[in-house]
């Protein structure tokens, strides 16, 4: 609404409307147009500065989408760094210990790849420590995964290796686990039946004749055979791997030399032949030519049930609960 205004005009005591000249109405709209802008245009300036254009706003709005990707981002390598030193520190306390393997040290681990140049391109910006160390942390990561890789592909073939050895390891007992031990790895000073000393080098078990004989693992049978040396009927297996098992005092065979056989495996049956002050099962092992004492071979945890299950994997399942197994 336009506003008017009056004087009073002291002749005719009356109060007339205020008319302006045309040229007085350009002065005066000229002086608001000159006022007014300025005004108008430092508030734009000072409102931009406080909320930023349209396009501004949005660009702030992508910058801030953008730092909060990198966050996210930042936290999955958190995540992925922690898995790769589980699996170091299972690969260095359980594998490589295992396996005979020597240990990586950690400055092969963690060594990087490239030169601190590779990083130039992402100077100069507002967010380049954003995104070198991103960068930097990817990079660390793939070269970890790629390490640990490369580690892998040396533990899977020898893991492998060690199962093979394993099977064809003789560390269960040839009789059933209930059988009382013998006389075990010693020097005599008198041989029960030659009076003589003599080292005994293997174990013995209070097995009566017609017990079943077990190979103790995998491997070939070598010897099944007399033997003139005071061991009669008596069983070879070489296992490989430097190992040898020897049964002794055997009533019968039910193997013979040449004979691939498992852990498991019934070989023979107990007797008293050869040399031998009475019934049992006299039994060795060697390692690289040298005697070992069997009882640091044992599984001493298997019960009867778990001994027999284990039997009858290789072997008839009726066959291993006869009365006199």
């Given at each position: ?68 990707r990198y966050s ?135 097995a009566p004749p ?116």
């Amino acid at each position: 609404m336009i506003r008017r205004r009056y004087y009073l005009d002291s002749e005719s005591l009356q109060y007339r409307r205020v008319r302006f000249s045309i040229r007085q109405r350009f002065s005066r709209g000229l002086k608001f147009i000159l006022i007014s802008v300025p005004v108008a245009a430092f508030w734009i300036i000072i409102f931009l500065l406080l909320t930023g254009s349209p396009k501004e706003r949005h660009l702030q709005s992508e910058v801030e989408s953008i730092k909060l990707r990198y966050s996210l981002l930042f936290s999955d390598f958190e995540k992925a760094e922690e898995i790769l030193e589980d699996i170091a520190s299972s690969e260095d306390n359980i594998y490589r210990p295992v396996l005979d393997l020597p240990l990586l040290s950690e400055s092969f681990r963690e060594s990087g790849f490239g030169g601190t140049s590779k990083y130039d391109e992402m100077e100069g910006y507002e967010y380049s420590d954003l995104m070198i160390s991103a960068s930097s942390r990817l990079n660390s990561l793939l070269r970890r995964t790629y390490v640990q890789s490369k580690s892998f592909e040396e533990i899977i073939p020898e893991a492998s290796d060690w199962k093979k050895r394993l099977d064809h390891l003789p560390y269960i007992k040839p009789v059933r686990v209930n059988i009382s031990l013998g006389e075990g790895v010693r020097f005599r000073e008198s041989h029960p039946v030659l009076g003589v000393p003599r080292w005994h080098h293997g174990q013995d078990f209070y097995a009566p004749p017609g017990t079943k004989v077990y190979a103790t693992g995998n491997g070939v049978v070598t010897k099944a055979s007399w033997n003139p040396h005071g061991f009669g009927n008596r069983i070879e297996i070489d296992h490989g791997f430097g190992f040898i098992s020897i049964y002794g005092h055997l009533s019968g065979f039910n193997v013979e030399e040449g004979d691939t056989v498992r852990r498991g495996h019934l070989i023979g049956f107990s007797g008293n032949t050869g040399i031998s002050s009475g019934p049992h099962l006299h039994y060795e092992i060697h390692y690289n030519g040298l005697v070992q004492n069997p009882l640091y071979f044992f599984d001493d945890d298997l019960s009867l049930e778990e001994f027999y299950e284990m039997i009858s994997a290789v072997t008839e399942a009726d066959s291993m609960y006869e009365d006199g197994v």
